[in-house]
């Protein structure tokens, strides 16, 4: 995927959609970087990039069902705010699973795995983050708040920021974690990184909470426990009250480049409407970070970070267009493809019909923990979605389809089921406690086209059967998916689904899987047309 539009200059965000809490490193000329993954498995997507700008996805740290638990995981529980560090050969993630277990670290040599089975380390709290320096690995994270105040010293501050020291490969505390700095006052203190330059230590938080109010903050001091100094400049970011199509800026990791500049990535939100609203959760940016005279950053411009800048004085790599169809020709998923909370049985998926996707619900729906989903993450406003399906249900309750999936109460889906005559097409809207389906057509024969097509404010589904007729369902309201109505920390996905509450389903084949973003506008029903035209419809009976 790419955010570049000329050899001079590259658009944020860098990594549309859901890649929120990105973390970066650099080997040489080669930068990583890892993001939060929440209740998807497999866990904490890793990208590669040389340009910063155009970045390769490599698969995920967490792609074992034993390295990630999610089974006690709700809708944006699960994986928090991962960290990446390289030191001495070996590439290490720290990240949280909130809902069991807590800090962990793995490491690996090759950062497109194997990654090692996590080790746990004893500190509450969010957001951990690693600093080697001098011989030392520091461990900095939040302190989680608790009502009776958190378990060490600190009389200031109800929340901010510890550290301990750590041993990366055991997880085991060298040194107990301290109250390091409460941050300039902002909500939420957390997010932490630490880096030295020069004669300081440099402490980068993020404050505000991830919505509105959020921005990244800035202290240093001459050692790494403190005490620290906020900036005098205020807030290294901040989009508050700040008129931008980048909004919520915050959580930031500062990084360097070969020839010695400072630039971050952080995340952002790109809210659309009169009263703004987001789908595609919290993406990747990037900004350059300059030093002033006095050893305090600025970044960006004056602290905000712009939709369109000048590219990273590094060669560009050539743009690579990750998305478009998939032919589930592979014994295996790209890593685009994920699971909601426990992986489906991959071999079965990809191996039962070479060169389709094998669908089999058993005892599971949409709205179920481990909907039979594998999902994609919508990355653009205006996008088609468009899928080939074979499926012939044959119990009253089983169905299989195409769905755009905030959560397991805020979904759309456009099914395929059972109908007396034969099969018919529904439309389920799910929004919180409430559900409505809508019956859209009945359909004839066994192979089907599904298409989703999306913008600003609305889904529109369509089916077309063998007989050549295109069923277009009611336009729906994409409100009801987008953070500010479902909540939660994570984006839209969409994909093919087959359902089954009480039994096992029918197998629903799935071909190929098209998702094309349209950059300039807004996505309709003549450009899912274009895209019809220029992709060849083969094999139909
Ligand atoms: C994350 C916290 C935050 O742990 O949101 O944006 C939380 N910041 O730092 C979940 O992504």
Known sequence: ????????????????????????????????????????????????????????????????????????????????????????????????????????????????????????????????????????????????????????????????????????????????PQFIWGGTGGRYPEAPHMYRRGEYYYLVLAEGGTEYGHMVTIGRSSSPWGPFEASPWGPLVSHRSVASPLQAVGHADLFTLPNGEWWLVALGIRPVGQWPRHLLGRETVLAPVRWRDDDWPEAGDQGEIKVEQPRPALAAEPRVEHNARDDFDLQTLAPKWQFVRRPLEVDEVCGARPGWLTLVATKSALDGLYPCFIGRRQQHYSFVARTRIEYRPEQQDEEAGIAVRMNETHFFALAIRRHAEGVEATLRQRVGALEVCADVAVLQGSDFVLRVVGDDDHYRFSIEGCDGLVHTAASVDARFLTTEFAGGFTGVFVGPYAASPAGRSSPAYVDWFDYLPEPDGKANESSARTIEKTTAFVGRN
């Open 1 to 176: 995927m790419t955010g570049s539009i000329s050899p001079r200059t590259f658009t944020n965000p860098v990594i549309p959609g859901f890649h929120p809490d990105p973390s970066i490193c650099r080997v040489g000329d080669q930068f990583y970087l890892v993001v939060s993954s929440f209740e998807y498995f497999p866990g904490i997507p890793i990208f590669t990039s040389t340009d910063l700008v155009s970045w390769t996805p490599l698969g995920h740290v967490l792609d074992r069902p034993s390295q990630l638990d999610l089974s006690s995981a709700p809708p944006s529980g699960g994986i928090y705010a991962p960290t990446i560090r390289h030191h001495n050969g070996h590439f290490f993630v720290t990240a949280t699973n909130v809902s069991g277990g807590g800090h962990f670290i793995v490491h690996a040599e090759d950062p497109a795995g194997p990654w090692s089975e996590p080790v746990w380390v004893d500190q509450n709290g969010i957001d951990p983050s690693l600093f080697f320096d001098r011989g030392h690995v520091y461990f900095t994270s939040n302190i989680e708040p608790r009502p009776e105040g958190p378990h060490i010293e600190n009389p200031d501050f109800v929340r901010g920021i510890q550290q301990s020291l750590v041993d990366p490969f055991t997880g085991r505390l060298l040194a107990a």
